[in-house]
């Protein structure tokens, strides 16, 4: 029965995608020597090791809305989710290196790209959580199937400035903000109704008019 052991080797932007996607190079061992594995339907749970490095006093203001004050993170700082993933391995023996494209988002409502936007420098303790099915060839040359042990995992360091590339990439000197409908069709009705250009223009008049608000 396969016994697999992987490893991240290193990560890239997808330059040509209908969405933001990085690439992770995973290395796979078979344990097992000379056995064939037909396939593998593995999924990967990605998870951000957020106390494995230090942050700047920037970061740290960015960072508030995930984590509170930093005089409170040594109870909130803690590891959380960043995304799920499924792919197919392909037939190989021994080991194998494949790429496993990771979707991203650029919608500030997700926990993920709240983190990675907070971010100046530096790297993402990243933790690969592996799980799934590995369909092989036994002794006797029957198909079988085997799952992959819950503890199989692996570490990685992304570095801040591959996701940097990847929203400017796809998203260039532009954010992406999500509402819900009826908050746009206010926000529609006073730009038509002022006859603004474009949503920057609405979004800068309105907040133009809260500063003033504020100053008197």
Known sequence: MPDLDFVVESAEVLEYAAVPTILFRLGIENAVEGEEVN?????????????????????????????????????????????????????FSGSTVFDMPVTCTYDFDVVG?????????????????????????????????????????????????VWREMMDHYFPNSAWLRVRKDTFDRLYEYRTRNTLLNWERTLESLLNAAEKEVER
């Open 39 to 91: 396939s593998v339907s593995l999924h990967s749970q990605i998870r951000i090791a957020a106390t494995q490095r230090r942050y700047e006093p920037e970061e740290q203001v960015k960072l508030r809305e995930l984590f509170g004050e930093p005089h409170q993170w040594k109870a909130t700082l803690r590891s959380t989710l960043w995304t799920n993933t499924n792919t197919i391995v392909p037939r």
């Open 113 to 161: 790209t709240k983190y990675f936007s907070a971010l100046e420098d530096g790297e993402v303790p990243l933790e690969f959580l592996f799980s799934g099915t590995v369909f092989y060839r036994g002794a006797t040359g029957a198909l079988q199937v085997a799952l992959i042990s819950w503890e199989k995992e692996a570490k990685f360091r992304l570095p801040v400035q």
